[in-house]
């Protein structure tokens, strides 16, 4: 990671200094998939990611999930809310069969929601959806009894261990001190 530079070092484009409310950035905060390894079967069988940003002190995440036909997540309450933008595919809430999210669907969950996910069997390609979250799913198995969380810290756990599996090396804007992990 470059460290960040002092705000005397930091000037505008004419060579002013900075004001001082402004964060003396040394780099942009910024990753390519190409450069970021898809986690196969991180999350499950045929429900794979792309970490773009793990925060694990403020608890929010950001992924580019890849997920094949007829997979899907536990029943599963938000503690905070999330926003779902699908590229590709489609998905739906079981307890909402009528609200399919397709290629171009956005969605906003507030915060202490609760729902399963699933892509459909007939679906004739993977979904493929950005996925941003603040706070953590808690799981739940179909009896109602707790399965697991899925947070920042999970996610980041996740891909160290499935990037390493894979010969991979882990790429995505971290928190904390706000850069970026890179090979």
């Not at 002013?16 to 040394?26: I, N």
């Not at 925060?55 to 926003?83: C, F, K, N, S, W």
């Amino acid at each position: 990671m470059t460290a960040i530079a002092s705000p005397e070092m930091v000037t505008t484009l004419s060579g002013a200094p900075l004001p001082l409310v402004a964060l003396p950035q040394g780099e942009l905060l910024t990753v390519n998939l190409a450069e970021t390894p898809l986690l196969k079967d991180a999350l499950g069988p045929g429900m794979s990611f792309h970490p773009l940003r793990l925060d694990t002190e403020r608890g929010e995440y950001v992924i580019l999930a890849r997920m094949a036909p007829g997979v899907g997540l536990q029943l599963h309450y938000h503690t905070g809310p999330a926003q779902v933008y699908t590229f590709q595919g489609c998905w739906f809430y079981r307890e909402y069969p009528d609200q399919p999210q397709t290629a171009g669907s956005y969605l906003y969950e507030p915060g202490g929601s609760v729902h399963t996910f699933f892509t459909p069997e007939d679906n004739t390609e993977d979904t493929v959806a950005l996925i941003i979250v603040d706070g953590a799913n808690v799981n739940f198995n179909e009896d109602g009894s707790f399965h697991s969380i899925l947070d920042a810290v999970s996610l980041h756990y996740l891909t160290e261990t499935v990037s390493a599996a894979q010969g991979t090396t882990p790429v995505f804007v971290h928190g904390g001190t706000a850069g970026v992990v890179k090979p």
